[in-house]
C-alpha cells in the first residue's frame, strides 16, 4: 500500500468547505488502496478525540485516514504553521513520496524551494505576495496544478500569464452512492427533525449551504411571499445569520434549521421535492475580497446531483460547465425572482420533468463526479510525476 501524503489548509473539525472538500477527497484516495496522511491544524486540544469528534460528521471511514496535526487558539498564520509542520515531518521520512498539496506555503517550499515533484491544487486567485508565490509554484515544471473549473484554468491562466496547458482541471465531487431509486421520499424524516412540517405542502424546496452574501437566500425569500403553499428549507449558516434572517420575516413557509451534521444534510437532501442553488452573481466565501462566483466548483451542486431530486440553478456561465438548462436542471435568471417561481410552477405541474432532470442528473455525476473517480484522476497525475 503506497504511502500519499495531503497537506491541506484547513481545521478540523470544522464546517468550512474546505475542511469538507479534504475530507472527502483523502477518504476516496484512501478507498483506491492508498495510506493517506493529512496535515492539518485542529481546533481540539486532546488530539486523542480528532477522529471520534469527526466520525461523527463524516462517518466511522474516518478512521482509515493518519492525522498529523497541531492545536493552536491563535487564529494567524495557520496555513504557514501546517506548511512547517508537513516540511520538518516529511523530512524525517526516506524515499521518494507522493504529495498533493491545498497548502500555498507549502507548495512553494517542496515544489520551488526543494524542487520535488508535487501536485499543487488551488481554488482561488492569489493577491499581493502571494500571488508572486502562487504564480512561482505554478510554473515549475516538477508541479502539476489542479484547478475545480475551466473557467478558472482561462482565468490563472490570463493572471499569471501561463500556458492554460499548466493545469489540470478536476471538478468537485460527491460521495458514492450506488443507485437513487431506493431512496425514501419520506417526509417523516424531516418531521421528526422539524414537526411542523407535517402540513399539506405543495411542494418543498430545500437550500443547503451558507447564508454568506451572494447565496440567493433574498431569493427565496422572496419565493416564499410569493407561493405560501409552497414549504422553503434553508440549512446552513451560523447563528448570527439565522438570527437576523428571522428577525426580518415571520413567513409560516420557511424555516431556517441552521447546521445539521454533513451525513445528516446529505439524507435530508434526498427528502425534498427540490433543491435550489440560487448563486448570485458575486459570491463571497466568507472571506473580505474573496468574490467566487466566476470560476467556483460547489460540492452542493455535485451533492445536489447525487440524490435523484431535481435541481433548479441560477443560470451562471461557471455552472454550465456541469448543468444543462432542461436537460439535468432548470436553469434560470439569477436575480429574477418571477423565473424561480415559474421554474418551481413548472415541476409542480410537470412531475416527468422533475424525474427526467434528476435521473440525467444522478447519470452524469456517477460517471463523472464521484470523489472515488477524482481520487483516481489524482493517483493517475501522481503516476506520471513521480
Not at 468537485?172 to 414537526?195: G, M, Q, S
Request: with cysteine; aromatic share 10%.
Amino acid at each position: 500500500m503506497k504511502n500519499f501524503y495531503y497537506i491541506s489548509p484547513s481545521i478540523f473539525p470544522s464546517r468550512s468547505a474546505n475542511s469538507v472538500h479534504v475530507i472527502n477527497q483523502c477518504l476516496s484516495l484512501a478507498e483506491c488502496e492508498c495510506n493517506v496522511i493529512v496535515y492539518a491544524k485542529r481546533s481540539i486540544k486532546n488530539k486523542s478525540e480528532l477522529k471520534n469528534e469527526m466520525s461523527l460528521q463524516f462517518g466511522s471511514e474516518i478512521k482509515s485516514l493518519d492525522f498529523i496535526t497541531f492545536f493552536s487558539r491563535f487564529k494567524k498564520a495557520d496555513n504557514l504553521k501546517i506548511a512547517i509542520l508537513a516540511i520538518l515531518h516529511l523530512h524525517k521520512l526516506k524515499g521518494d513520496k507522493q504529495i498533493l498539496s491545498r497548502n500555498l506555503y507549502a507548495a512553494f517550499w517542496l515544489g520551488v524551494i526543494e524542487r520535488k515533484s508535487i501536485i499543487f491544487e488551488t481554488h482561488l486567485l492569489e493577491t499581493s505576495f502571494r500571488k508572486w508565490i502562487q504564480k512561482k509554484i505554478i510554473i515549475k515544471k516538477n508541479v502539476k496544478t489542479i484547478v475545480i473549473s475551466k473557467k478558472l484554468k482561462d482565468i490563472l491562466a490570463k493572471y499569471h500569464n501561463v500556458s492554460p496547458s499548466r493545469f489540470e482541471v478536476l471538478h468537485d465531487a460527491a460521495r458514492n452512492v450506488n443507485h437513487h431509486n431506493n431512496f425514501v421520499k419520506n417526509k417523516d424524516d424531516l418531521v421528526k427533525i422539524i414537526p411542523q412540517l407535517g402540513g399539506k405542502w405543495k411542494i418543498i424546496c430545500g437550500y443547503f449551504g451558507q447564508l454568506y452574501p451572494g447565496r440567493g437566500i433574498e431569493i427565496i425569500e422572496s419565493m416564499a411571499r410569493e407561493r405560501a403553499e409552497v414549504l422553503f428549507l434553508i440549512f446552513g449558516g451560523n447563528d448570527e445569520d439565522i438570527q437576523i434572517r428571522q428577525k426580518n420575516n415571520n413567513l409560516k413557509n420557511i424555516y431556517f434549521g441552521g447546521h445539521v451534521d454533513y451525513l445528516l444534510a446529505q439524507k435530508m437532501m434526498r427528502s425534498v421535492d427540490v433543491l435550489l442553488m440560487p448563486y448570485q452573481k458575486e459570491v463571497s466565501v466568507g472571506t473580505v475580497g474573496h468574490d467566487t462566483a466566476r470560476w467556483m466548483s460547489p460540492m452542493k451542486m455535485f451533492e445536489y446531483m447525487s440524490t435523484g431530486v431535481p435541481i433548479v440553478s441560477s443560470n451562471l456561465p461557471v455552472l454550465r460547465e456541469i448543468l444543462k438548462d432542461n436537460v439535468n436542471a432548470l436553469l434560470v435568471s439569477c436575480d429574477i425572482v418571477d423565473d424561480w417561481i415559474s421554474a418551481i410552477d413548472r415541476l409542480l405541474l410537470e412531475p416527468k420533468l422533475g424525474t427526467l432532470l434528476a435521473d440525467n442528473a444522478f447519470k452524469q455525476y456517477q460517471v463523472n463526479h464521484t470523489w472515488s473517480i477524482r481520487a483516481k484522476k489524482i493517483l493517475t497525475i501522481a503516476d506520471r510525476i513521480y
